[in-house]
């Protein structure tokens, strides 16, 4: 299944017309809060069934949240009377548990367009100002990555008081012959292949991300990989070695542009996700992609989900090099990321 469709499903999903309230049926107050549970993998596989193209990653995902409750606060609203899941979402603690991490809002079908989403995220982001007030608790901001088109998520993060506070470009493909083909007709004469980068060492990839301002790669203070957004100033070592440790994250370098990328199977699919910085070098952003379709195909990958810094939105876009996002991938939508802060840092 084409990850492109993915991308148009999700974009129909969300941000389609409000849909008509049924007139029968319980009202949204009545729902009942609770929190997830193996009851609703049913429930979770139907909504999943029908988001993202069927290749959302709620039936895998929910399975971790149930099982590190310590970490994650995954609570759904259920029918008042048939107990069954029609809203869910999930808190998870990121950044050495700075950084509350919210996810996977979904709402089944049979029960969008009456305010559940909303009754959710708002209960959600409660639990969240609630931890942060406890001094015990290492809590101190709100975030979640959505696409910039997404106007249902975004109307919900200004409801929550959180707002824009960074961006990327982001494209799908599906991986096969022609996407290769295309990067590399992408690419500028004698620009280079991918044969000329290399894989990071631990030492390099923590250079490129806590450099002097100015110099590192990683412009902001962030790194963000499969839609999550980690905090890396201060702590980019182990940040990054989590992420080897835990995913097989390859990181790849030697061209002045850093990338790195892992594999995410979900029920149907395998992705790699991989996302590049750069400093306004198209070129050295195609030869990073080139070299991660490389490692995705290596490891099995069928999809690439590609995010790209800010400084190549206006190179690999309709301005600079209209081609890449145009053909070589399909759809070139942006991705933001929102925050509210709960507790200022000492
Ligand atoms: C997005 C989704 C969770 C919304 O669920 P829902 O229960 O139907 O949403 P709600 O009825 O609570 O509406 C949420 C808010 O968005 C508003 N809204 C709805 N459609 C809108 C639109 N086209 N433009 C702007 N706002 C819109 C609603 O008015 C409501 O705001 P309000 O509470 O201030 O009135 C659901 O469509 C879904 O599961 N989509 C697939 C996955 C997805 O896109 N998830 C979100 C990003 S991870």
Partial sequence: MAAAAQVSNASEVATSP???????????????????????????????AVTYGGHDYLVTAIETWMAD???????????????????IENLTRI????????EGLRTHPDWRGRGLASRLHKELVAVAVAESEDPAKPLRRLRYTTRADNLVSLRLAEAAG??????????FQPLDERLCDKLDSARSPGSGGPELLHELTMEEAVAHCEGPTGDRLSTSKFVTIDWKVL????????????????????FAGGDGAFSLGQKRPDATTTSWFVTVYAAEDADAALRHIAWHVARAAENGATAVMLFYNEALIRE????GRGVFV?????????????????????
């Fill in 231 to 250: 905090q890396t100033v201060g702590r980019a070592r182990r940040v990054l070695q989590g992420l080897r440790d835990s995913h097989d994250t390859v």
């Fill in 18 to 48: 409000k849909a008509a309230v049924a007139a029968d049926g319980p009202s949204t107050a009545d729902f009942v809060l609770r929190p997830v549970a193996p009851c609703d993998r049913e429930a979770c596989a139907e909504i999943a």
């Fill in 162 to 171: 959180m707002s824009v506070v960074d961006s990327w470009g982001f494209a």
């Fill in 326 to 346: 145009a053909d070589v991938f399909s759809g070139a939508p942006k991705a933001v990321m929102v925050e509210r802060e709960l507790r200022a840092t000492e």
């Fill in 69 to 87: 409750t310590a970490k994650n606060t995954a609570l759904c609203l259920a029918h008042p009377e048939t107990n069954r899941l029609a809203a």
């Fill in 95 to 102: 950044d050495d548990g700075e950084t509350g991490w919210v």
């Fill in 316 to 319: 690999l876009g309709p301005e």
